[in-house]
């Protein structure tokens, strides 16, 4: 698992996308994994809880980290300060619409804040052990897990996959490449918003190889798709 760059939130992810997010929304809980629309207080405060953890997650540094580091996970920051802050819009935005009063707005301005800080005052963040920097920053990345599978599942919904791989012959390749190109073009940016920029901006990984995420992203969506179809049997 090491030598091919995986970590344990690479499985433990895997098995949230087969068995933890369909078990989750055919049950009580399913409104913690999908964006807010009806009041529900109990899904509104777990969602606003995560949001804060991976705000004081970003908001430390791990025990151990060098000036090199710093400099390293600032670069990252600067890159993914963008889709950090649209997952944490998104996420806070479900939880006000769950709540019925907004605080997408405040703890959005709080996270860009934070995350700014972060990469001006690097070196002089309060130190908390990398363990539980990702324990902070894991429950936001289940939940926009399950939002993600949510939005996969509108995208891949009604799609017809033997036609699409019959679209791969020899006469329609081109089309064929378009349309697989497009679709996961679109998970690829949900992905990176709702579980790359968080997971990086806590642990930017500056050994990782440039594979790393591309092959983390083909079993997240391998994972996801069987999910789903798990999901639409368990439903029908």
């Known amino acids: ?53 991976a705000i004081v997650a970003i908001a430390t540094r791990p025990t151990g980290i060098t000036q090199e580091d710093v400099l390293s996970a600032a670069r990252v920051r600067l890159v993914f300060i963008g889709p950090l802050v649209g997952a944490i819009m998104f996420v806070s935005g479900s939880a006000s619409a769950y709540l019925g009063f907004g605080v997408d707005a405040l703890a ?86 709702l579980v790359v920029a968080p997971r990086t901006l806590v642990d930017p990984e500056p050994g990782a190889g440039c594979l790393v995420w591309p092959l983390r992203f083909a079993l997240y969506i391998a994972s996801a798709v069987l999910g789903i179809g798990w999901l639409a049997v368990i439903a029908g």
Do not use: C
């Open 1 to 53: 698992m090491r030598a091919l760059g995986l970590r344990i939130e690479d499985l433990l992810l895997v098995g949230w996308n087969l068995a933890g997010v369909p078990l989750v929304v055919v049950g009580t809980f399913a409104p913690i994994v999908a964006l807010g629309d009806d009041p529900n207080v109990a899904a509104g405060v777990v969602q606003l809880l995560a949001v804060l953890g």
């Open 108 to 193: 959005t301005g709080v996270a860009f804040i934070v995350i700014v800080a972060a990469i001006a005052f690097g070196d002089r963040l309060p130190v908390v052990d990398g363990r539980v920097r990702r324990a902070l920053i894991l429950p936001f990345v289940l939940i926009s897990a399950g939002i993600f599978n949510g939005f996969a599942a509108d995208v891949l919904d009604g799609l017809d996959v033997g036609e699409l791989l019959a679209s791969l012959t020899v006469d329609q390749t081109g089309f064929g490449i378009f349309i697989v190109g497009m679709i996961l073009a679109a998970l690829a940016t949900f992905y990176a918003a």
